[in-house]
């Protein structure tokens, strides 16, 4: 079992000395081994910043190679375990979370651009990650939780349209940047993250910065598929499963067999309470146009996991959906939370959400969903969780209370965000 107080990162708006103020700044990250990192992207040429743990200077590497897809450096630096204070270049940025009180959930919050599939990625009322970043910064979580994809500018803003003009495209720095680094800025500095890869992060889309930028491992070359790890942070544990190459819509036995031996090792792990962390949800209806009402996915996942749920898993968290969905299935299942409205264009909610219909053999018990832009707060509260979603404008549009396997949740204000 591999422990660590998160595959976290406490990305931090800091103005590093020698580099323009337009350059993101530094994080703490905990690999898959359960070391932490600080890492910083720096211009090539640039030297790495002094990074310090409790007044004491670490030594600093640097990651992965210079390219012209990605011509920067990732400078990074082992964290003692127990550091109370990392500073980079004086300037202090936040330590692991040893008490977790309140998280912030946002997913899917890159501008798509990808044929003919097109968001005005400069402006922000038609891709508002800038402004659910901002807004969840000012609830002071302790953690942020990213459920997957980030990188949505695949193909080039086509010449008639001024709303994504000069907009980057392609795995490439300047796209991970505009999509993620720049507008996550104000979040990226309120608190620890946790990240899981979502599909949009495959070696064929943006994976290449991915592993590059994010991911846990030192390695940096793009696999398809990550091992998976458990996190516990304070009370909570979380398990991390790369779901980015399973397939929605139909369950080979290759992926099947090797998701499966993945959920063997990892469920084992599972602690009462624990929650499961992967972007495309195990039992959700499948949210597109045309879909067939009752349909659900993902086919891989589901027959991955047959068999292998234990008693002591008490929630999925994925966003890959675009929409806010709880699903409440009983005792006999985990609930299922789908958080995904964090700034790609939203498009989901494509079929009714009724009790009664099953998925993967089981009726849903509760089920409330929703496309508004926003990102959800989990408070700890007692036995349980409150959770809250918010819009653009910061109302509540719906609370919920996650007590074990029950995921409650009614609607405040429907469509203010």
Not at 158 to 181: E, L, Q, S
Request: contains cysteine; hydrophobic residues 45%.
């Amino acid at each position: 079992m591999i422990r660590a107080s998160g595959l976290i990162l406490a990305l931090v708006a800091l103005a590093l000395p020698a580099q323009s103020a337009d350059w993101p700044g530094a994080w703490v990250q905990y690999t898959a081994t359960g070391a932490a990192e600080l890492r910083a992207v720096i211009p090539p040429g640039q030297a790495c910043p002094a990074m310090t743990a409790d007044g004491t200077a670490l030594s600093v590497s640097t990651r992965g190679t210079l390219d012209t897809a990605y011509p920067i450096q990732v400078c990074v630096a082992a964290v003692p375990a127990g550091a109370r204070k990392l500073a980079v270049n004086g300037l202090p940025a936040p330590s692991p979370v040893r008490a977790l009180r309140r998280i912030v959930v946002v997913g899917d919050t890159g501008c798509r651009l990808k044929g003919g599939t097109i968001q005005d990625c400069n402006v922000p009322a038609a891709w508002p990650f800038d402004t659910v970043a901002r807004l969840a910064a000012r609830q002071h979580p302790d953690l942020v939780i990213h459920v997957g994809d980030y990188h949505y500018r695949e193909t080039p803003c086509p010449a008639n349209r001024p709303g994504c003009v000069a907009t980057p495209a392609g795995d490439v720095w300047a796209v991970w940047k505009a999509d993620f680094f720049d507008p996550a800025a104000p979040l990226l500095a309120a608190a620890p993250w946790l990240l899981t890869r979502g599909n949009h992060e495959l070696c064929t889309r943006g994976g290449l910065g991915w592993f590059r930028l994010l991911d846990a491992r030192a390695d940096t070359t793009c696999v398809a598929r990550t091992e998976p790890f458990a996190i516990t942070i304070d009370r909570q544990q979380f398990l991390m499963l790369d779901s980015a190459d399973a397939d929605d819509q139909t369950a080979a036995a290759e992926p099947v067999a090797h998701y499966k031996v993945q959920f063997t090792s990892l469920l084992a792990q599972a602690r009462p309470g624990a929650w499961l962390l992967t972007h495309r949800p195990v039992w959700a209806l499948a949210q597109f146009p045309g879909v067939t009402p009752g349909t659900s996915g993902n086919a891989t996942m589901q027959a991955a996991i047959a068999g292998l749920v234990p008693p002591t898993l008490d929630m999925v968290l994925s966003g890959h959906v675009h929409d806010f969905t709880a699903y409440d299935f009983g005792p006999a299942r985990p609930a299922q939370l789908v958080v995904g409205e964090g700034g790609s264009a939203n498009d989901a909610i494509a079929q009714p959400l009724n009790p009664g219909v099953k998925i993967d053999g089981l009726a849903i018990r509760k089920v409330l969903g929703f496309a508004d832009y926003g990102y959800l707060t989990l408070d700890r509260a007692g036995a349980g969780w409150n959770g809250v979603i918010h819009g653009l404008d910061d109302a509540v549009l719906a609370t919920c209370r996650f007590i074990g396997r029950n995921a409650a949740c009614r609607l405040v204000n429907r469509g203010r965000g």
